[in-house]
C-alpha cells in the first residue's frame, strides 16, 4: 500500500508562486514515476506534470515554462514549482503513483 500526501496549496494573486509537495510512504517507496494532475470544477483531471526515475521531466502544454519538477529521493517527496500563476490554474492538484493516489490540495489564484 502506497499513501500520497499533497500539500503547498493555498490562495495566491495572479503572477505569484507556490510550491506544492508530494510525500510518498508505504510499503513501495521508489518513486519510479509520479504525477501531478489537476481538475478545476466541472473540468476533466489533466496531467500537470510528469516526473520519471532517469528521466526528462514532461509538462501539460498550458504550463509553458511556468512550473518545475523536481523529487527529493532521501525524502520520497516530489516537489511542484509553480510560478507567473494565473486564474486558469486555480485547481484541486493531485499526486499520482502508480494506482494511487492523494486527497489533493487546493490552489485558488485571485486577485
Known amino acids: 500500500q502506497v499513501h500520497l500526501v499533497e500539500s503547498g496549496g493555498g490562495l495566491v494573486q495572479p503572477g505569484g508562486s507556490l510550491r506544492l509537495s508530494c510525500t510518498v510512504s508505504?510499503?513501495?517507496?521508489?518513486?519510479?514515476?509520479v504525477t501531478w494532475y489537476r481538475q478545476a470544477p466541472e473540468k476533466q483531471r489533466e496531467l500537470v506534470a510528469l516526473?520519471?526515475?532517469?528521466?526528462?521531466?514532461h509538462f501539460g502544454d498550458f504550463v509553458k515554462g511556468r512550473f518545475t519538477i523536481a523529487a527529493d529521493n532521501t525524502n520520497n517527496m516530489v516537489h511542484l514549482q509553480m510560478n507567473d500563476l494565473k486564474p486558469e490554474d486555480t485547481a484541486v492538484y493531485y499526486c499520482?503513483?502508480?494506482?494511487?493516489w492523494g486527497q489533493g490540495t487546493q490552489v485558488t489564484v485571485s486577485a
Open positions: 499520482n503513483l502508480h494506482e494511487f
Open positions: 508505504g510499503s513501495t517507496t521508489s518513486m519510479y514515476v
Open positions: 516526473w520519471g526515475s532517469g528521466n526528462m521531466p
